[in-house]
């Protein structure tokens, strides 16, 4: 009986060193959760210029570019969309990648600039601050000759986080680690408040401690008439990257937060731009005849462009796919049968003149997705 005693409590000890590890850990996961306020400020970093005025009548240029955290290129396969890489890029790949990245932005020099998947501190990324290299080596290969604006020499910057975790323990042979991520804002025009508003999100404890805390990032620009006097009006650029892996839910739900913020700028008499990797497609784009979605693969959600409201225009360049398929690398697949999608693109205000969009081929070599651009003009 002594035996039979001893027995059960060794084992009852070994059932509970692993239960007591697994409790520590999801505690220390939960204890560490990033749990950001619905609305919190954002730095404005003006120190390459204070940016020039935005005047009414002028030819403004914004792109939007998911840039897949520099190691999504087209070398590049992804666990979470069927392929087997959970690091998907080299140092030296990295470094070509974002090479490659602010190359082709150099050549489009975008008067505003949306940045998704842009990664501050992470270890899939080797822990490269990506908006500092950026906002560093981006403005060297971009200036604009003669300004007459002697407090512009660069880009405003602004960075919100949307996905802030100490360790991400997924998948177990070979865990994404330690994630410091999010979106950020460049413009060459003056930026007066800044914000961080966020989204819903769709998952459960203990999923959501490690998970993405999806928000939008809003910037305000005054708008000044062409006799250089200020208007009253703003223009406001909302940056955006919407739920990717939920059930469709997590979607339907920010979408929602969106339209609510989008309506009551125009309500003011704001001019508004929302523009980013919605994880969706507008259902007025036909993406879905031209890009057909294959079995097992991933599918995007459908926005209801009608359901956006009458007060703006819902905007995808269907001539050219905005993001591929991960399941496996681009670079020797068949390009003909491969999976794209259209999944980026701008919700813009009706009282903005649209003159110019389009999806720019980059043949996915630096990103899985490819920039945007949009030509606008406000009267």
Not at 39 to 46: A, C, F
Not at 231 to 249: I, P, R
Not at 289 to 303: A, L, N
Not at 333 to 350: E, M, R
């Amino acid at each position: 009986m002594k035996m039979f005693k001893k027995v059960l409590k060794i084992v009852g000890i070994v059932i509970a060193i692993p239960v007591v590890l697994a409790l520590v850990f999801f505690g220390w996961l939960t204890f560490n959760e990033y749990r950001p306020k619905d609305v919190e400020k954002v730095s404005i970093d003006t120190s390459q210029g204070e940016g020039k005025k935005f005047t009414q009548g002028e030819e403004v240029s914004v792109v939007t570019w998911n840039m897949g955290y520099g190691a999504l290129g087209d070398n590049a396969d992804f666990f979470m969309d069927g392929g087997t890489s959970v690091m998907s890029a080299t140092q030296e790949r990295l470094d070509v990648n974002l090479a490659g990245f602010m190359g082709m932005l150099s050549t489009l020099d975008p008067d505003i600039l949306f940045i998704q998947e842009i990664d501050k501190d992470s270890k899939r990324s080797y822990h490269v601050d990506e908006v500092e290299k950026i906002k560093n080596d981006y403005p060297v290969l971009v200036k604009v000759p003669n300004s007459e604006d002697k407090n512009f020499n660069g880009y405003v910057n602004t960075f919100a986080y949307n996905f802030k975790s100490k360790i991400v323990p997924f998948p177990p042979k070979e865990p994404i680690g330690k994630v410091e991520s999010g979106i950020a804002t460049m413009s060459k025009y003056q930026i007066t408040d800044a914000e961080r508003h966020s989204l819903p999100c769709p998952f459960k404890w203990p999923v959501k401690t490690v998970n993405l805390k999806r928000c939008l990032l809003v910037n305000r620009t005054p708008v000044y008439d062409k006799d250089g006097n200020d208007t009253g009006k703003e223009l406001v650029l909302v940056n955006l990257h919407l739920e990717a892996y939920d059930d469709g839910s997590g979607k339907v739900e920010q979408t929602k937060v969106l339209k609510k913020i989008i309506q009551s700028e125009v309500d003011k008499g704001n001019y508004v731009i929302a523009g980013g990797d919605f994880n969706q497609t507008f259902d007025n784009t036909e993406a879905f005849s031209r890009y057909p979605i294959q079995k097992d693969k991933w599918k995007p959600g459908i926005m209801d462009a009608f359901d956006i409201g009458n007060d703006f225009q819902c905007l995808m360049d269907n001539t050219t796919p905005t993001c591929r398929s991960l399941d496996q690398s681009y670079q020797n697949a068949d390009k003909d049968n491969f999976q794209y999608y259209l999944i980026d693109g701008f919700i813009v205000s009706n009282n903005i003149k649209v003159n110019k969009l389009e999806t720019v081929n980059t043949y996915f070599a630096p990103s899985d997705h490819n920039p945007v651009l949009l030509n606008f003009t406000i009267e």
